[in-house]
């Protein structure tokens, strides 16, 4: 067995022994569910439900509102269904209020007149005199610039309510536009005014937008495989927020970026088949598919 076969099989196993949304996932794509996954499902469908406020959200904030839409789709319920749908109506009540990145926010320079009025369509995770940052993703990413966490909220958000099916919308169309224009200006991969963790948000939601935006996601990914070192990593980005996005896309760039990112992936797996730090199970979701996906290869 090769050294990436033999990671693969440590980290479906360290996935397949979880009470959790992962383990339920990883179960399903080997093949060998538990007896007792039905059981799980519905504990944790019950469990996200639980946090569902009246109102709709999940703590008034955009990005665990986001999130809960996202595992409920995981676990089989659909946009439509109670309670996703309530989660997803209050993320579109978010879209376009006072507060949403629009491109200057907290940044000054030459770069934001240049980019000029974006078509808008971003989610606001609060009003413009609150602060968001430090924000944390699920892959344990943390931005602590204020522009950069609002930018990656709504990232997120676009990203579940395109998986709702809502992509027609023209807010929604509005908010990928946004994503187009932006994509013209990602030039260096570097701290700056937009650092290699943001262009990465971008990632995920366009690759999930449908055909029609192939256009725009094939050039970002692209540029993003292009900056990626000798050792797998990406200078400047956490590894698992690039390869989460990778992984979406589907792409052959994207593919052949997270086959390189094996070596670094092997340097951070730990003896049961996990890959420490910060959002360690979903950090272990994302190293097994790319390590199968590169196994496969």
């Known amino acids: 067995m090769s050294a990436v076969a033999a990671a693969a099989e440590r980290a479906a196993a360290f996935l397949a022994r979880l009470p959790t949304r992962q ?3 990883a179960r399903a794509r080997l093949g060998a569910p538990d007896p007792g996954d039905a059981a799980l499902r519905a504990t944790l469908v019950q469990r996200c439900t639980r946090e569902v406020r009246p109102d ?5 904030s955009l990005l665990a509102t986001a999130w809960t839409a996202l595992e409920l789709m995981d676990l089989g319920v659909a946009a439509t269904e109670q309670p996703t749908a309530r989660l997803v109506a209050w993320l579109l009540a978010q879209q376009g209020r006072p507060g949403g990145f629009d491109g200057t926010l907290g940044e000054s320079g030459p770069l934001a ?8 369509g971003f989610f606001a995770p609060a009003a413009p005199d ?9 892959t344990g990413k943390t931005f602590r610039a204020e ?26 169309r509005l908010h990928l536009q946004s994503f187009q224009r932006l994509g013209r200006h990602f030039r260096a991969w570097e701290p700056g005014f ?37 050792d797998g990593e990406w200078p400047h980005a956490e590894l698992f927020h690039v390869l989460e996005g990778l992984l979406l896309a589907d792409a052959p760039d994207a593919r052949a970026a997270v086959a390189r990112a094996v070596p670094a992936l092997l340097a951070r797996q730990k003896g049961d088949g996990s890959f420490g730090g910060p959002a360690r199970e ?5 190293g097994w598919q790319a390590l199968e996906l590169a196994a496969r290869r």
């Open 113 to 120: 007149h240049e980019i000029g009025t974006l078509p808008g």
């Open 23 to 25: 383990g339920l996932l």
């Open 147 to 172: 522009a950069a966490a609002r930018f990656a909220a709504s990232a997120l958000a676009l990203r579940a309510v395109l998986r709702a099916g809502l992509g027609p919308r023209e807010q929604v």
């Open 194 to 230: 937009f650092a290699p963790d943001v262009i990465a948000c971008a990632v995920a939601p366009l690759a999930v937008a449908g055909t029609q935006w192939r256009e725009t996601l094939l050039p970002l990914v692209t540029f993003v495989a292009g900056h990626q070192g000798a």
């Open 56 to 60: 709709g959200s999940v703590g008034a």
């Open 282 to 286: 979903e950090r272990a979701w994302i």
């Open 130 to 138: 609150q602060r968001v940052a430090p924000l944390t993703l699920p």
